[in-house]
T-cell receptor, first 113, second 110 residues
Framework: NAGVMQNPRHLVRRRGQEARLRCSPMKGHSHVYWYRQLPEEGLKFMVYLQKENIIDESGMPKERFSAEFPKEGPSILRIQQVVRGDSAAYFC???????????FGEGSWLTVV | KNEVEQSPQNLTAQEGEFITINCSYSVGISALHWLQQHPGGGIVSLFMLSSGKKKHGRLIATINIQEKHSSLHITASHPRDSAVYICAAGSNFGNEKLTFGTGTRLTIIP
């Protein structure tokens, strides 16, 4: 049973480009969470999704960031018109249900140059 | 003030020593998570607990709900335990909006 799979592991984007980060939850998991870890800072909650629904996006920046978890396929975190301040590690996690054990992916490191 | 506070921020110990990392939280929670982040960056969930004590190998986690305090202990520490240990408070029964501490960087010297 594969764990939470994130790709790409490392992504370099120029300012103004778009970044797409993908997360495939563990098999059987319908709850997905995205967290961001800025350099030298702690992890911060971004968004909580279930299949086809955004449950809580209170941690998402108001502009340029969006997330989806379609019926088929991975969850996508999309950052439009990236800026240097978006450089961070983005972690995805999944759980089988609310209150279940949470499993983290290996993270995607975004560098904006 | 962060809602989840960890201490110490950095800890260096000799191999074999008993390690304690503390976590205090001010938010209401239903569960407290302990996570391990290795130098490569990946995060592993060690424990999720809402009361009492849990043990896995050389790792022990305890929580006191009344005092809003949790501890992570490592017995017979080993250099491979060197990592950043993060506690996170989970609302709404353990998931959703985890609030993270800033982490404790543990270095075990052979």
């Amino acid at each position: 049973n594969a764990g939470v799979m994130q790709n790409p592991r490392h992504l370099v984007r120029r300012r103004g480009q778009e970044a797409r980060l993908r997360c495939s939850p563990m098999k059987g998991h319908s709850h997905v969470y995205w967290y961001r870890q800025l350099p030298e800072e702690g992890l911060k909650f971004m968004v909580y999704l279930q299949k086809e629904n955004i449950i809580d996006e209170s941690g998402m920046p108001k502009e340029r960031f969006s997330a989806e978890f379609p019926k088929e396929g991975p969850s996508i975190l999309r950052i439009q018109q990236v800026v240097r301040g978006d450089s961070a590690a983005y972690f995805c996690a999944s759980s089988p249900a609310q209150g279940g054990t949470i499993y983290f992916g290996e993270g995607s490191w975004l560098t904006v140059v | 003030k962060n809602e989840v506070e960890q201490s110490p921020q950095n800890l260096t110990a000799q191999e074999g020593e008993f390690i304690t990392i503390n976590c205090s939280y001010s938010v209401g929670i239903s569960a407290l998570h302990w996570l391990q982040q290795h130098p490569g960056g990946g995060i592993v969930s060690l424990f999720m607990l809402s009361s009492g004590k849990k043990k896995h190998g050389r790792l022990i986690a305890t929580i006191n709900i009344q005092e809003k305090h949790s501890s992570l202990h490592i017995t017979a520490s080993h250099p491979r335990d060197s990592a950043v240990y993060i506690c996170a408070a989970g609302s709404n029964f353990g998931n959703e909006k985890l609030t993270f501490g800033t982490g404790t960087r543990l270095t075990i010297i052979p």
